[in-house]
Every structure is written in structure tokens, then in C-alpha cells.
Nanobody, 128 residues
């Protein structure tokens, strides 16, 4: 599966951005069954999980983004979104979309090595 992110950019502290990730190229399974997630990586830091969603719409968030970020999916469009509100100076990073065809119903992990498909990333910058 190929993943293409969009929606990154530069905003001021407290601003909002919505990231999108479109999936394509699946042959043997439907993206609607996939586990989908967003990770981010800041310069000099490890890639960390931000939010994940299973095929049933169950979600999991990293603690620092709870209440500010919302992950959602539109299965008809094979797209996953990340709505980011109240952006903070610690949020800037390259944001990556990830997918796992094996699914994750009920446990919705934010564990990097469990996701086998990755996008190229989209940059988010927050200025004060």
C-alpha cells in the first residue's frame, strides 16, 4: 500500500492544521480494515506515535496530544485525517502516516514496528 500525506505547513502557536493521508495500491485487502496511525519525528528525536485508529473507529492518543488532536478515517476515500488544534511549540515535526493491513481491532497500538507501510511525511512548523 502507498501512503501520501498532505496538509502540513506553518502556523502560530494555538493554531490548527488538518493532515490527510490517502492510501492506494492495495490488492488483496481493503484499507477499511487496516489499522491507521500518525507518528511524528522531530530533529534529533525518535519517531513517536501520536494517534491511531482501528477499523471500528476506536482510537488511541499519545498523552501530550489528548484533547487537542483528533484522528478520523473516511473509508470511502481510503483516507485518514489528523485534526490538530491548539498547536504548541513542542508539536513541530515531520508527521508520518502509517498503516498495518493486519488490523488492530480493540488494541490500537502506537508502536512503530507494528506498522509496515509508511508515507514520506509532511512537515509541521509552529511559530510563537
Amino acid at each position: 500500500v502507498q501512503l501520501v500525506e498532505s496538509g502540513g505547513g506553518s502556523v502560530q502557536t494555538g493554531g490548527s492544521l488538518r493532515l490527510s493521508c490517502v492510501s492506494s495500491g492495495t490488492t488483496y485487502s481493503r484499507v477499511s480494515t487496516y489499522c491507521l496511525a500518525w507518528f511524528r519525528q522531530a530533529p534529533g528525536k525518535e519517531r513517536e506515535g501520536v494517534a491511531a485508529i482501528d477499523s471500528g473507529g476506536n482510537t488511541r492518543y499519545e498523552d501530550s496530544v489528548k484533547g487537542r488532536f483528533t484522528i478520523s478515517r473516511d473509508n470511502a476515500k481510503d483516507t485518514v485525517y489528523l485534526q490538530m488544534n491548539s498547536l504548541k511549540p513542542e508539536d513541530p515535526a515531520s508527521y508520518y502516516c502509517a498503516a498495518e493491513a493486519g488490523g488492530c481491532t480493540g488494541w490500537v497500538p502506537l508502536i512503530r514496528h507494528l506498522y509496515r507501510a509508511w508515507g514520506q511525511g509532511t512537515q509541521v512548523t509552529v511559530s510563537s
